[in-house]
């Protein structure tokens, strides 16, 4: 898991209980906030609120939000949201810093890192800029132990969890579903 998340968990002295679900209602109505923000810059008011009300419904009844308080990858939602609103905003200086804290909650921070380095930084100008940001994130990531622990965490990890399953057929379960989403 994201080696940020470790970090937060210790907060709460790595126990489930209210505390944690307080946090995970408050990151779940800051990132309402956040995405109220973004979409009144983009379109309005009443968009922004619409979306601001889908997120927080999202967050609030989606089966791993409900099931695990501040599950890690939910980590991600609100660093992205606000990478976005300041790139579009072109305030640069606000929207590195949040994808740099992106990064560290979650490294699937990296599979947005090529739309947002295109999408957001060449059409208002830093693509430069986000491309020495993203260069600096993964060399001293790769540069430390952090990759080390990130490969037996993500792909050691992952083999001997989903080494014993209940399905006949994995891999074609996995294709049917990857299917339905596409």
């Known amino acids: 898991k994201p080696f940020g998340a470790a970090w937060f968990y210790r907060a709460f002295d790595a126990r489930p209980g209210v505390p944690l679900r307080l946090a995970g209602a408050l990151y779940a109505f800051l990132c309402a906030v956040a995405i109220y923000l ?8 009443a968009e922004g609120l619409a979306a601001a009300v889908a997120l927080a419904w999202s967050l609030t009844f989606d ?3 409900a099931v695990l308080a501040l599950a890690p990858d939910l980590g991600l939602v609100l660093p992205q949201i606000l990478t976005a609103y300041f790139a579009l905003r072109g305030e640069w200086y606000w929207s590195a810093p949040f994808f740099a804290f ?15 380095l295109w999408d957001l930084g ?3 100008g830093f693509f430069w800029l986000w491309t020495s940001l993203l260069l600096i994130g993964l060399i001293s990531f790769a540069a ?9 965490q993500v792909w050691e990890w992952g083999r001997a969890y989903s080494s014993d399953t209940f399905i006949a057929d994995p891999l074609r379960e996995g294709v049917a579903q990857t299917g339905e989403w596409i």
Do not use: S, Y
């Open 38 to 45: 973004a979409g009144r810059f983009l379109w309005g008011d």
């Open 63 to 65: 089966e791993p939000a």
């Open 102 to 116: 992106g990064f560290w909650t979650n490294i699937k921070v990296l599979f947005a890192a090529p739309a947002m």
């Open 122 to 124: 060449a059409k208002r």
């Open 144 to 152: 430390g132990d952090i990759w080390d622990a990130h490969l037996i």
